[in-house]
């Protein structure tokens, strides 16, 4: 099927003469027929934050796809699933570049069997290049990486202990958001993790006014790692349950059907476009951070403090209290508690964690915790602040008037939700919309 149609400007040009309105008339009408049938696949393709399944055995969708149609119905979304700062190499076209190394592939290959991964990691052209990319093509951003990593990676080598699952699948988040805490996609998907709003909540993260725990690195950790154990428990082979991350085991599992084989290679070419690269570019990750020194690369000097203190609060307090009663940099709260989304950690709802760097420990506990939460508040605190932030919810809602030609289908694709999002939450009881009237988007 064609996904892209003919527009009603090009077809006055097929159909000249007397009977040109006549037969744009009925050339429109197939156009909006056609057009029916690519909403209802979006529509059935992308899961709706309200209705996504309870589990991930059940997010697999019962209709075929071709490989081409899933690709074209997919390709927006991926785009907008990466987050808006993401910076990889992306600018590189994998599927049409072959880099070239001085490193040969004899070496390559040896360097990854050295690395004794429990993982599977294949060789080829598709992961040669990944593996050139991040060891070669980017040595800023591959040197801000490590250095972050030095605070990060304990963190995920932890969580991913903690259920016994591979410790290598901590590059993962090399993949999905440079070690960028605070990533957030055109989707909607944020964090270190990139999780979308409905599967944070579905593993137990708090989304709230006040609260994003997508953000928590810890938190966010530990969901993702529940998710690839769920993930390996249904397909029994990592690179297939790495793959389930990025589009989800539905596609996954429809990807296993059509090529008849659950082996990673031979599904691999059903795989949706943007997937088909993850497990390239997860090799490379690991490969790059591996043998950084190899290509003289330097990690940058760690941001973040390399001792962290943790406390439990139960009573709203503002960041900048504590640092002007305190003296703990502004900087520092921000960045070791970025789930805090306007800066306050609001006890009063319950008890709440406040990391802060070791060096502030005893400042911290010699100050009385009711003498922070005193100052200022009226200002910092004030009943009026809080009713706003509540008022302003965990999501913005965008107001989009519609235009002629617009249909539910291209408005869902242009702001990455589904047809159904758009016709629940405007309560529409049918496709029709007219020029003028007014959509309620949330993002």
């Not at 060789?123 to 801000?144: D, G, I």
């Not at 989304?207 to 994003?212: A, E, G, P, Y």
């Not at 476009?273 to 290509?295: D, L, S």
């Not at 900048?320 to 805090?340: F, H, M, R, W």
Request: aromatic share 10%; charged share 20%; hydrophobic share 40%.
């Amino acid at each position: 099927m064609l996904l892209c149609l003919q527009t009603a400007a090009s077809a006055q040009v097929l159909f000249p003469g007397r009977k040109a309105a006549q037969d744009n008339a009925q050339l429109l009408a197939r156009i909006d027929s056609l057009q029916a049938v690519i909403d209802s696949l979006y529509s059935v393709t992308a899961v709706p934050v309200e209705e996504e399944p309870a589990t991930l055995a059940d997010s697999v969708p019962q209709i075929e796809y071709t490989p081409e149609i899933t690709d074209s119905l997919l390709a927006v979304w991926y785009e907008g699933r990466r987050p808006v700062e993401y910076v990889d190499g992306s600018e590189y076209n994998l599927d049409s570049v072959a880099f070239t190394s001085n490193v040969s592939d004899e070496v390559l290959i040896a360097r990854l069997k050295k690395m004794n991964s429990y993982i599977t990691l294949p060789f080829n052209s598709t992961v040669k290049n990944n593996m050139v990319l991040y060891a070669e093509k980017m040595p800023a951003r591959m040197s801000h990486l490590l250095g972050v990593a030095q605070y990060y990676m304990p963190i995920f080598e932890e969580a991913l202990d903690r259920y016994g699952l591979p410790l290598e699948l901590k590059y993962m988040a090399v993949v999905e958001s440079m070690l960028n805490p605070t990533a957030v996609s055109r989707a909607g998907a944020k964090g270190m993790w990139q999780f979308m709003y409905s599967t944070g909540k579905l593993y137990g993260l708090k989304i709230n006014s006040f609260v994003d725990e997508r953000l928590d690195v810890e938190k966010a950790t530990d969901a993702a790692a529940r998710y690839l154990r769920d993930a390996y428990t249904i397909f029994g082979d990592w690179p297939l349950a790495i793959s389930s991350y990025n589009c989800g085991t539905g596609n996954v599992k429809k990807a296993i059907r059509r090529s008849g084989s659950t082996d990673f290679w031979s599904v691999y070419p059903f795989l949706p476009r943007e997937t088909r690269g993850y497990v390239p570019a997860f090799v490379g990750a690991m490969y790059a951070m591996t043998y950084y020194k190899e290509y003289g690369i330097v990690p940058e000097p760690c941001p973040l403090p390399a001792q962290v203190d943790t406390f439990e609060l139960r009573q709203n307090i503002h960041f900048k209290q504590i640092t002007e009663v305190v003296g703990i940099p502004a900087e520092d709260l921000k960045s070791l508690n970025p789930q805090y989304t306007h800066d306050i950690i609001p006890g009063n709802e319950g008890v709440c964690t406040l990391r802060i760097p070791y060096t502030y420990t005893n400042a911290f506990i010699d100050t009385p915790i009711d003498s922070i939460a005193a100052h200022n508040s009226s200002t910092l605190l004030s009943e009026q602040v809080l009713k706003n932030i509540k008022a302003s919810g965990s999501e913005t809602r965008i107001a989009y008037r519609v235009r002629n030609g617009d249909v539910l289908g291209s408005i869902a694709r242009r702001h990455h939700c589904t047809v159904a999002q758009l016709k629940r939450w405007n309560h529409l009881k049918s496709d029709r919309i007219r020029a003028g009237q007014i959509l309620y988007i949330y993002r």
